[in-house]
């Protein structure tokens, strides 16, 4: 069973202070994704990753910075949080991005609560 | 670039109905189609994708999906549903880069 875990879990964090998010896979996949979701948008793409020590921006990076130091870990690092990056975060892996098996399901794991007052 | 609309925010059916929850997709290639469904205060799991061949593809729990090129859609259909379906459904496209679009999500609740 694939599997990827989240820490912490929820967090309240101040405005203009330095946040950290955590994801670890034990999944072997090349591929991790850090999305964030917002009532009524569904799932945005932040960062990814498809190999360590390299990260690449999705679709809202703006306020976000993302590391990869190993297969298994990838954080998301909000230098100066803000009130607008109140959301709910959630790390995906996947084993790659094409073929008709499971290379292109992504595990997603089970999301971590940010409050920022 | 690919884009996904689910035009129904919130979807009330009864137990023991059918189900359809609707997706719209726009893709400029082929696309990859996914429908992924949220528990409460769980990540996404996967239900089921298409990826070519026969328009209908089943999935997991009894739900099934149907292709349609035509009309650009992908909705999602379940015979009988139980009071454990309730949850968030996301259709979710992918064209021929890494990237997967979700859709905003169909917040499902099953009445007694």
């Known amino acids: 069973e694939a599997a990827v875990t989240q820490s912490p879990r929820s967090k309240v964090a101040v405005t203009g202070g330095k946040v950290t998010l955590s994801c670890h896979q034990t999944n072997n996949h090349d591929y991790m994704y850090w999305y964030r979701q917002d009532t009524g948008h569904g799932l945005r793409l932040i960062h990814y990753?498809?190999?360590?020590?390299?990260?690449e921006k999705g679709d809202i990076p703006d306020g976000y910075k993302a590391s990869r130091p190993s297969q298994e870990n990838f954080s998301l690092i909000l230098e100066l949080a803000s009130l607008s990056q109140t959301a709910v975060y959630f790390c995906?892996?996947?084993?790659?991005?094409?073929?008709?098996?499971?290379?292109?399901?992504?595990?997603f794991g089970p999301g971590t609560r940010l409050l920022v007052l | 670039a690919q884009s996904v609309t689910q035009p129904d925010a919130r979807v009330t059916v009864s137990e023991g109905a059918s189900l359809q929850l609707r997706c719209k997709y726009s893709s400029s290639v082929t696309p990859y189609l996914f429908w992924y469904v949220q528990y409460p205060r769980q990540g996404l799991q996967l239900l089921l994708k298409?990826?070519?061949?026969?328009?209908v593809v089943q999935g997991v729990n009894g739900f099934e999906a149907e292709f349609s090129k035509s009309n650009s859609s992908f909705h999602l259909r379940k015979a009988s549903v139980h009071w454990s379906d309730s949850a968030v459904y996301f259709c979710a496209v992918r064209g021929g880069g890494y990237k997967v679009v979700f859709g905003s999500g169909t917040r499902l609740l099953v009445s007694p």
């Open positions: 990753s498809y190999v360590a020590d390299s990260t």
């Open positions: 995906a892996s996947s084993d790659g991005t094409g073929g008709a098996g499971d290379q292109d399901t992504q595990y």
């Open positions: 298409y990826y070519s061949g026969d328009p």
